[in-house]
């Protein structure tokens, strides 16, 4: 399986950005998706997920802010994020459930 996540940058603090994910190598149809982020200094920590049938969930510190979406014709998990803050300054990650190999992240990087 092979995991490239998209669209990172640099973003002011209550702006947007949407990350993009291709997964290739699975039955991306039957997985449910993760996202994930790690800060400078940090562990990686859980952002969202999206089963095969479209339930999701977040954390608490993006809920509300954060939405995850996915579209199986293109093997693509997003991650719309909304209302920015610094704290969300992070590499993002995605995976699948079962987790496979890591893939590159993304940068996201929100200035005050």
């Known amino acids: 399986v092979q995991l490239q996540a998209s669209g990172g940058g640099l973003v002011q603090a209550g702006g947007s950005l949407r990350l993009s994910c291709v997964v290739s190598?699975?039955?991306?149809?039957?997985?449910?998706m993760d996202w994930y982020r790690q800060a400078p200094g940090k562990q990686r920590e859980w952002v969202a997920r999206?089963?095969?049938?479209?339930?999701?969930g977040y954390a608490p510190s993006v809920k509300d802010r954060f939405t995850i979406s996915r579209d199986n014709a293109n093997i693509t998990v997003y991650l719309q994020m909304s209302r920015l803050k610094p704290e969300d300054t992070a590499v993002y990650y995605c995976?699948?459930?079962?987790?496979?190999?890591w893939g590159q992240g993304t940068l996201v990087t929100v200035s005050s």
């Open positions: 999206i089963s095969s049938s479209g339930i999701t």
């Open positions: 190598g699975s039955i991306f149809s039957f997985n449910a």
């Open positions: 995976n699948t459930i079962p987790q496979s190999t």
